[in-house]
């Protein structure tokens, strides 16, 4: 999508997208190797009752999906960051997860005119309906400068 096609209060969504102990595991043994990611027996007796996906792989997903229905051939560059990122709920092997993104605002910069600012919100469910996610994210947009002509 392009930064013009983005509104206040417009929702866009995106899944399922499912994921795998395999995956779980993988990911987590290159990332974020704590022992409710990676050990399935330990995993099992833990708080959780059983394996558990990392928050930060949850995220990936979320921005997998992100890119694929909003970002992917838009004029978007980079991001400053998140305002807020919470991990509701443990992400589980089988889950099939959808992403739920709400455009909370845009708008050009002030100071310079060819940059597009677009706050978002996503929130990522699973097929129970659960939140598992809710970040609030802000990406930026390379525009023409007011007055150029469009490319």
């Given at each position: 999508?392009k930064?013009?096609?983005?509104?206040?209060?417009?929702v866009?969504?995106?899944g399922?997208?499912?994921?795998?102990?395999?995956?779980?595991?993988?990911?987590?043994?290159?990332?974020?190797?704590?022992?409710?990611?990676?050990?399935?027996?330990?995993?099992?007796?833990?708080?959780h009752?059983?394996?558990?996906?990392?928050?930060?792989?949850?995220?990936?997903?979320?921005?997998?999906?992100?890119?694929?229905?909003?970002?992917?051939?838009s004029?978007?560059?980079?991001?400053?960051?998140?305002?807020?990122?919470?991990?509701?709920?443990?992400?589980?092997?089988g889950?099939?997860?959808?992403?739920?993104?709400?455009?909370?605002?845009?708008?050009?910069?002030?100071?310079?005119?060819?940059?597009?600012?677009?706050?978002?919100?996503?929130?990522?469910?699973?097929?129970?309906?659960?939140e598992?996610?809710?970040?609030?994210?802000?990406?930026?947009?390379?525009?023409?400068?007011?007055?150029?002509?469009?490319?």
């Open positions: 999508m930064f013009a096609e983005f509104h206040p209060g417009q866009i969504e995106a399922p997208v499912g994921i795998s102990a395999e995956e779980i595991v993988a990911f987590a043994r290159q990332y974020d190797p704590q022992w409710f990611h990676v050990d399935l027996e330990r995993a099992n007796a833990g708080r009752g059983g394996l558990i996906a990392s928050g930060w792989q949850t995220c990936g997903l979320a921005m997998r999906l992100a890119v694929q229905v909003a970002l992917e051939g004029e978007s560059f980079a991001s400053p960051g998140l305002s807020s990122l919470r991990w509701l709920h443990p992400v589980r092997p889950d099939e997860l959808r992403l739920k993104i709400t455009v909370l605002e845009t708008r050009r910069s002030r100071s310079q005119g060819s940059l597009g600012i677009l706050r978002w919100r996503w929130q990522m469910f699973n097929q129970h309906g659960t598992v996610l809710d970040v609030e994210a802000t990406s930026l947009f390379d525009l023409p400068a007011p007055g150029d002509p469009a490319p």
